[in-house]
C-alpha cells in the first residue's frame, strides 16, 4: 500500500517565520530611519561646503576687481533656491555669482558669515534640514525647528545659536 504524503509547511510553521520576520522589522526599522537622517544631516553639511568653497571663490574674484563684500556678519544671500538682494560695494550680487559656482534648490536657504573679507562660515536650510561649514552640525542641531541658515550658520563659525540675529539677515538690503 502506497500513501501519498503532501509536502509543504504547516500553518504553526508559517506563523513562527512571520513572527519572526515581525521582530526583526521591529528591531531594524527604527535603525534604517536613523541612518536616512544620518546620511539627509551629511548631505545638507556637505552642501554647506559647496557653498563656502563658492562664497570664498566670489571673495577672491572680487578683491581681484577691487570689489569687497559689503555686509559683514551672518548674511542671508540665497532665500528659496534664489539670489537675495545682498551686493558687493560695486553693486554685484553676491548670491547671483555664488550659484554660478553651486546650484541651490528650491526651498534652499544659504546665509554666509564675512568677517574682515574672509569668509567665517556658511549655514543652509534645505527643508528639515540644516548643514554648515567648517563646523558641522550634528543631528540633534541639523534638525531643530527653530533652526534657520543664519543660526546654522553661527553653529558653523563656533559660535552660539543665537548669533547671525534671527535668520532675518544682517545687512540685508
Given at each position: ?6 509536502k509543504g509547511f ?5 506563523i ?6 515581525g521582530?526583526?522589522a521591529a528591531?531594524l526599522?527604527p535603525?534604517?530611519?536613523?541612518y ?11 552642501e554647506?561646503k559647496?557653498?563656502?568653497d ?10 581681484s576687481?577691487?570689489?569687497?563684500w ?14 537675495a538682494n545682498v551686493t ?13 559656482y ?12 564675512v568677517?574682515a ?20 552640525l ?13 543660526t546654522a550658520?553661527?553653529i558653523?563659525a ?12 544682517n545687512?540685508n538690503?
Amino acid at each position: 500500500m502506497k500513501t501519498n504524503k503532501v509536502k509543504g509547511f504547516t500553518l504553526v510553521e508559517l506563523i513562527v517565520v512571520i513572527a519572526i520576520i515581525g521582530v526583526l522589522a521591529a528591531i531594524l526599522v527604527p535603525s534604517m530611519l536613523g541612518y536616512v537622517k544620518k546620511s539627509k544631516v551629511s548631505a545638507a553639511n556637505s552642501e554647506a561646503k559647496t557653498f563656502y568653497d563658492a562664497a570664498a571663490t566670489v571673495l577672491t574674484e572680487l578683491d581681484s576687481v577691487g570689489d569687497s563684500w559689503a555686509p559683514t556678519g551672518a548674511t542671508a544671500v540665497i532665500t528659496n533656491g534664489a539670489a537675495a538682494n545682498v551686493t558687493s560695494t560695486k553693486g554685484t550680487n553676491i548670491g547671483t555669482r555664488m550659484l554660478e559656482y553651486g546650484k541651490a534648490k528650491t526651498g534652499m536657504d544659504v546665509a554666509v558669515q564675512v568677517d574682515a573679507m574672509a569668509i567665517v562660515a556658511v549655514g543652509i536650510k534645505d527643508g528639515t534640514y540644516c548643514g554648515a561649514h567648517p563646523q558641522a552640525l550634528t543631528n540633534d542641531q541639523s534638525t531643530l525647528a527653530t533652526q534657520t541658515a543664519a543660526t546654522a550658520c553661527a553653529i558653523g563659525a563656533g559660535t552660539t545659536a543665537a548669533a547671525g540675529g534671527n535668520g532675518g539677515g544682517n545687512g540685508n538690503g
